[in-house]
Structures are given as structure tokens and as C-alpha cells.
């Protein structure tokens, strides 16, 4: 029985890639029921042909030749079934991994349908009927569930790709590359301001580095704003994700501080402006926000999951030295 894997590709930002192989299946089946269909047929032929003939030898020679083909038919059917079971299976398994709710059984078994092949084969009176209907029968149910999970598929590939989008919208990755990372201070809530020299809230993160490095965009979004402000912040960007996110870059450096203006679409891990140390900072940092409906949430519990593992322990050990934010 064929598994198949749902990851999470960090390049491209998006759940991989269980569509191929499943459409290869689909295939497969399909072909294994235009096959059992052709024998099915042909030994219909088979027995039409040779049931008016009147010698007994010919009708003894016939009748194996119609249990060959018979015993094949059976097998391809079993075939078919186990394919379809595999394909069930997956398409449980998709759905789990998605939290799509799983197809009713009775659905998913799909009865055996009024086929006009059936009701004219019953119609004829043949000595094989049983074993003629049985079969039809069969292929027709066998039919019916692959219909079915060819529609289920689609559903779930429909929902997969809903969820890429919204996964590439969510601000999940670090702004600053952990090479050019020098400091950081995880202090996120009340902390006396190095500034002000009061008890403040520090509602993000600070990235400590070099002026100048790089600021990533987080996750896709439009830019909302870039541009110089007065409320402590200097050099700001914002960029709305969609879904209710919201992530704020500030004190961005003076001499270069945008590399994107309001309206611009951008992607995650797109260069979006420069570190600087701009408005109401006390060295050269990033501060770093999230908001989700317009209310703080902290960042570190978005992009750390998303750390390889050498950056995760950079940061980990940047974090154990308990810097101060610089605002
Ligand atoms: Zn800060």
C-alpha cells in the first residue's frame, strides 16, 4: 500500500505534493476499468456468439474460455478494489492532516447504482446471468466510488490551496537573516524603557545588527505604509497580511531606509527596507510587531518554529543573554 506524505516545503512556503501521485492513481484505476470493461465485453461477445451454435463440443470449448476470461475479470476487479482502498485511504489521511471533516461512510461506499447495462443483461436470460450481473454490478459500484473520490480530491486540493495562500499571508519567519544578527532581545511586555527611562510596555522584538542589514517581509502581503513618522518609531514599515495580520518594521536606517513603498505587493522574505536606528531608539535595531485584529500578539511565537535548527540556537543563546530592548 502506497503512503503518501504531506510536508511542508520551505521554499516555496506551501504544503507538497500529494496531487500527482493521487492523479497518477486515478489514472491507473481508470485504465484497470476500461480493461475490465473490455473483458467483460468481449466475453459477452463471446457467449452471444456461441450460444445459438447447436454443437455441444463447441459450447464445452466456449464455456472454458468464458471461465478463463471470467477468472481473469475477477482478479482485475480485486485489483481495482484494492487500488480504490488505497486511494480511500489516502484521502482519509489528507483530510485528517487538513482538519477536513472525513466523508460519511455510506458516501464514500457509494450503493450499487440502477446500470441500464445491468437491467438489459437481467432482460436476456442468459446462462450466465448471475455471474454477468455480478460483475456489472460490481464494475458499476467500482465506477460510482472512483467517481466519488475524484470529486473528493478536488475538494481537497481546492482547500489545500486556500490554505497555502493563507500560510504564505501569516508573518512567519524572522525579519532579520540570523547571519546578520548580532544581538536580540526577547523581551516582549513590561520593561523599563532605555530612552524614557520609565516603566513601558515593549509590545515586539529587537533584532540587534549592523546598519544597513537587510529587513525581510515576513509573510506575503501589501505594504501599508512606509515612510518616516513622528510617534517614536522613525523609519516605519507596515504590511498588511490579510486574515487580520499586521506586521510593523521600525527605526529603519536614515540614509536608506525603504526598498518598497505604500500599495507595493510583496512576498515573504522579500527585501522591504535597511536596519537603522531612527525615532526613539537607543542603538541600531529592528523593532518588530504582529498584530492580529488589531491587538499585539508576540511575534516569537510565529517564526521560531520556522528556524533551522543552527538558527533556532543562535537565537536561543542570543536570547539567553537577556538583552535589554533598545526600543
Ligand atoms: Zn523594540
Redesign the pocket.
Known amino acids: 500500500m502506497t503512503k503518501i506524505k504531506y510536508y511542508y516545503n520551505e521554499e516555496s512556503c506551501s504544503y507538497e505534493p500529494v496531487k500527482i501521485p493521487l492523479k497518477i492513481k486515478l489514472f491507473r484505476i481508470t485504465g484497470y476499468l476500461f480493461l475490465a470493461g473490455i473483458i467483460a465485453s468481449s466475453s459477452l461477445f463471446g457467449y452471444y456468439k456461441s450460444n445459438p451454435t447447436p454443437k455441444e463440443d463447441m459450447l464445452i470449448s466456449n464455456r472454458e474460455k468464458l471461465n478463463i476470461q471470467w477468472g481473469i475479470l475477477k482478479q482485475e476487479i480485486m485489483l481495482i478494489n484494492e487500488n480504490i482502498a488505497d486511494l480511500q485511504l489516502d484521502d482519509h489521511e489528507l483530510r485528517e492532516i487538513l482538519e477536513l471533516s472525513d466523508l460519511p461512510a455510506e458516501i464514500r461506499d457509494a450503493g450499487i447504482g440502477g446500470d441500464n447495462q445491468i437491467t438489459n443483461l437481467k432482460s436476456q436470460n442468459l446462462k450466465f446471468e448471475e455471474q454477468i450481473v455480478n460483475s456489472y454490478q460490481k464494475i458499476s459500484k467500482l465506477k460510482a466510488q472512483l467517481k466519488i473520490e475524484g470529486l473528493s480530491l478536488d475538494t481537497i486540493a481546492k482547500y489545500a490551496a486556500a490554505r497555502d495562500k493563507f500560510w504564505a499571508h501569516i508573518p512567519a519567519i524572522q525579519p532579520v537573516d540570523h547571519k546578520d544578527l548580532r544581538r536580540f532581545?526577547p523581551i516582549y511586555g513590561m520593561r523599563l524603557n532605555p530612552v524614557l527611562g520609565k516603566w513601558m510596555l515593549?509590545r515586539?522584538?529587537?533584532f540587534m545588527g549592523e546598519r544597513g542589514v537587510p529587513i525581510y517581509a515576513t509573510g506575503d502581503g501589501v505594504i501599508q505604509l512606509a515612510q518616516m513618522t513622528y510617534g517614536g518609531f522613525g523609519n516605519l514599515i507596515i504590511i498588511d497580511h490579510g486574515y487580520g495580520y499586521q506586521s510593523r518594521y521600525?527605526h529603519l536606517s536614515r540614509i536608506q531606509a525603504f526598498n518598497v513603498k505604500k500599495g507595493d505587493i510583496v512576498k515573504r522574505g522579500q527585501v522591504i527596507g535597511y536596519m537603522g536606528s531612527t525615532g526613539r531608539s537607543a542603538g541600531i535595531?529592528l523593532?518588530y510587531e504582529v498584530l492580529k485584529d488589531k491587538a499585539h500578539v508576540n511575534p516569537i511565537g510565529f517564526f521560531q518554529l520556522e528556524l533551522e535548527t543552527e538558527a533556532y540556537h543562535k537565537l536561543l543563546l542570543l536570547a539567553k543573554e537577556n538583552t535589554a530592548?533598545?526600543?
Do not use: K, R, T, V
Request: aromatic content about 0%.
Open positions: 532581545s515593549h515586539g522584538l529587537d521600525a535595531h523593532h530592548p533598545l526600543d
